[in-house]
């Protein structure tokens, strides 16, 4: 909980803050790489760190939570960073970590806003940081344990068994572990991160969510080729069947719940990567739920994985598939992106949703027209969460 001394500091600077968040992540970033490289090399994506979306995510983390913690200052919005967690425990951060951001973030905080943060401000957003990061490293520690392993350490080596080429830019790795331990439990609709050595000698890591889970002990990931992605154009350009690949056990805090509501499995594009996990599980357990499966596409030969979504979806006892494709459906899809109008949506279900920002931004907002429950609407973003505080 925050104190009440510092939730009326807080609440009255949050704007003057929360304005130069952007300009405050930059700087963090910039000083801290620059004393430590090394932090770039099999942590920081150093491709998110280009584009922003690294620094916008962060700035956005932490203006939600500070909001929330000014707005009940008795209860500690934990539901916040869940996302988070799982984001840091796939790429192995641990707790010494947090001192050294809380060391460049201060900093930072105290060249972009100068005499403006006084001692008194200044100890009022240490505590809001030091109850964020004392949140996520007691959940980090609790998913660590869950998955049998203890500061960062959740790497293990792969075999791939099988290549298949999926469309022209999306490619499937079926995987089978090596070594006899045991392997962490995935639940339908999570991630694994990929631990790759690129050119220049710096390790990067990229999560790929499991598409499909085998009794066997087989997993697969489905990699689409990013345009300027690149551990994606190195999976694509150089792995073969007999090569290894090291991976973390399973994260991510969207995958499907049980329960008897029904389900509405809505993505696009590659989004449908975490979808057709959903749906290996409900097909392989004969549930009986209604699911009504809605994926968009640029055009039918672009749609990965679509022939487990038709088999799957078809299989299950209470299934409904909708494709939408913006050129050549061939008379398989309807036309156009998503539109929900005239669709029937189940009433009291529950969603799981996936793909572009502009897609799930648009496909949210109908669901919630069509009657879902806005609590009840579970996305999955690939990357940093830009639409975290989204109501």
Avoid at 26 to 31: D, M
Avoid at 157 to 171: A, C, I, K, L, P
Avoid at 362 to 390: M, N, T, W
């Amino acid at each position: 909980m925050l104190s009440a001394q510092s939730a009326v500091i807080v609440r009255a600077t949050l704007p003057v803050v929360g304005a130069n968040l952007d300009t405050i992540t930059e700087t963090f970033y910039a000083s801290m790489f620059a004393d430590r490289p090394e932090l770039l090399d099999g942590l920081f994506n150093r491709g998110n760190q280009r584009n922003g979306d690294q620094r916008r995510a962060l700035a956005g983390a932490v203006a939600a939570f500070a909001g929330a913690l000014v707005a009940r200052p008795d209860v500690r919005p934990d539901a916040l960073l869940s996302r988070i967690a799982h984001k840091h425990v796939a790429v192995g951060v641990t707790d010494d970590q947090y001192v050294i951001v809380h060391k460049y973030l201060f900093g930072a905080i105290a060249e972009v806003l100068g005499d403006a943060i006084t001692p008194e401000i200044a100890a009022a957003w240490d505590e809001v940081y030091w109850l964020m990061a004392g949140t996520l490293i007691a959940m980090e520690a609790r998913l660590y344990a869950e998955a049998g392993a203890r500061d960062g350490a959740t790497w293990r080596r792969w075999q791939v068994v099988e290549r298949r080429e999926e469309t022209e830019e999306v490619v499937s790795l079926v995987l089978r572990p090596r070594g006899d331990e045991p392997v962490p439990p995935a639940r339908p609709g999570q991630y694994v991160s990929v631990r790759v050595r690129m050119p220049d000698g710096v390790h990067q890591l990229r999560q790929y969510t499991l598409s499909w889970d085998g009794a066997d002990g087989l997993r697969r990931i489905t990699v689409k080729r990013a345009d300027e992605g690149e551990v994606s154009g190195l999976l694509h350009a150089t792995v073969a069947e007999g090569d290894e690949l090291t991976l973390s056990a399973p994260f991510g805090d969207v995958a499907l719940g049980e329960g008897d509501a029904p389900i509405v499995l809505a993505s696009a594009g590659i989004g449908c990567t975490p979808i057709t996990a959903m749906l290996h599980h409900l097909a392989r357990t004969k549930d009986t739920r209604r699911v009504l499966l809605l994926h968009a596409d640029r055009s039918r030969a672009a749609h990965a994985l679509r022939g487990d979504m038709e088999r799957l979806a078809d299989a299950l006892p209470a299934g409904k598939r909708i494709f939408w494709y913006e050129k050549d459906g061939e008379g398989q899809g309807r036309d156009g992106r998503m539109d929900l109008e005239g669709v029937d949506v189940p009433k009291g279900a529950v969603v799981y949703l996936c793909g572009p920002l502009e897609f799930m931004r648009s496909a949210r907002a109908q669901l919630i027209r069509a009657g879902v429950r806005p609590k009840d609407v579970h996305y999955e973003v690939f990357g940093p969460d830009l639409l975290l505080g989204v109501a």
